[in-house]
């Protein structure tokens, strides 16, 4: 006879998490309608898939596309200014 429940989908693992990331995990979740651990599955399925380092920092693209176009254009010129000061070439 079959048993009754949920069909397997794989070994059980146990993370520890700070508040804020699961806090995010939650809201994306149910954003997404999905379950957390649907969430976790889906993310990391995207995660471990993409299988290529193309070295573009998304995490900083995102920072940055969060800020004002004036605050971007400020920090540029601050990163800018730096760079040339350590490459010995004064603004």
């Known amino acids: 006879m079959a048993r009754i429940g949920r069909p397997p989908i794989g ?4 993370v520890r998490l700070p508040a ?6 939650d809201r994306r979740a149910s954003a997404a309608g999905v379950s957390r651990a649907e ?4 993310l990391l399925d ?3 898939s993409s299988g290529r380092d193309d070295g573009v920092d998304r ?3 995102a920072q940055r596309l969060a800020l004002t176009p004036a605050e971007r254009i400020r920090r540029m010129a ?3 200014r730096r760079l040339q000061a350590l490459a010995g070439r004064a603004s």
Do not use: C
């Open 11 to 14: 070994d059980r693992i146990s």
């Open 20 to 25: 804020e990331m699961l806090t995010e995990l």
């Open 78 to 80: 601050e990163e800018t």
């Open 39 to 42: 969430a976790v599955r889906l």
């Open 46 to 48: 995207r995660a471990l």
């Open 59 to 61: 995490t900083q693209i």
